[in-house]
């Protein structure tokens, strides 16, 4: 499942929820859920994304620092 940031912003952007509340994992873009642009979108577990954080599960990884701890592993595979 492929990620489009819509409006240029990167997975290190927070987002402010409504209530005042800072998630770091949150990042302006694409919801695919309700196909609009310019949202706070919330990477979950899976690969799956939500535009109501409540809908995740508790998440510490923004996608960047999930691809540096998967890279490694491709490079392990490539040295067989």
Request: charged residues 10%; contains cysteine.
């Given at each position: 499942m492929a990620l489009v940031i819509a409006c240029g912003g990167s997975a290190e952007t927070t987002c402010t929820l409504p209530d005042g509340k800072i998630v770091e994992e949150?990042?302006?873009?694409m919801d695919p859920i309700t196909n609009k642009t310019q949202v706070c979108v919330w990477y979950c577990?899976?690969?799956?994304?939500?535009?109501e954080p409540e809908?995740?599960?508790?998440l510490t990884?923004?996608?960047a620092q999930t691809l540096e701890t998967v890279e490694p592993e491709l490079d392990t595979y490539d040295k067989k």
């Open positions: 949150g990042w302006m873009g577990a899976g690969g799956t994304i939500y535009s809908k995740c599960p508790p990884k923004t996608i």
